[in-house]
């Protein structure tokens, strides 16, 4: 009975791991997307902000970043930094194949999936810093007006 009851927790264990294991696995998109500027009418696969966009229906959130909000913004610095991280990450997302990698949390409590978005094998997150027009997700949003 031990024997069996070992056996049986190890062979979940193993399961677990592997299921783990491929949710975290980056998962390549196809080269064919086209990426526009979020309208009013429906979303498939454009960019809403800096840091949020929609890819086949689905919509996303990067996970490792923040960026300056557009809707709205709450200063001038903010509008025009916003509209130039936006601008960017179109920039990105058309630039070639995506990847993207699952974080401990499925969705924010807005319903966007939250993922880390790899553009052959770099953070977009980290290509955002490095350029000025994001910062490093830390739990909270701070004011870009400052």
């Known amino acids: 009975m031990k024997v069996r009851l070992f056996t049986a927790i190890a062979s ?7 299921f783990l294991a491929s949710g975290a696995s980056a998962q390549p998109s196809s080269a064919s997307e086209a990426f526009s500027i979020c309208g009013s009418g429906q979303r498939i696969t ?5 840091d949020t966009f929609w890819f086949r229906g689905q919509k996303i959130r990067i996970a490792d970043i ?5 809707s709205p913004p709450r200063c001038e610095r903010e509008r025009e930094r ?3 991280a936006k ?3 179109l920039d990105i997302l058309n630039s070639g ?3 993207f990698k699952t974080t401990a949390r499925d969705e924010d409590r ?4 939250l993922r880390i978005v790899y553009r052959e094998r ?12 994001a910062r490093k997700w830390e739990g909270s949003r701070r004011s870009w007006c400052e």
């Open 87 to 89: 601008q960017r990450l």
């Open 110 to 113: 807005f319903g966007r999936k």
């Open 82 to 84: 916003g509209l130039a």
């Open 66 to 70: 923040d960026t300056p909000e557009l």
């Open 97 to 99: 194949p995506l990847s």
């Open 46 to 50: 454009c960019v809403v902000d800096g």
């Open 12 to 18: 979940l264990s193993a399961l677990a791991i592997g």
């Open 122 to 133: 770099r953070s977009v997150g980290d290509i955002l810093v490095a350029e000025g027009l």
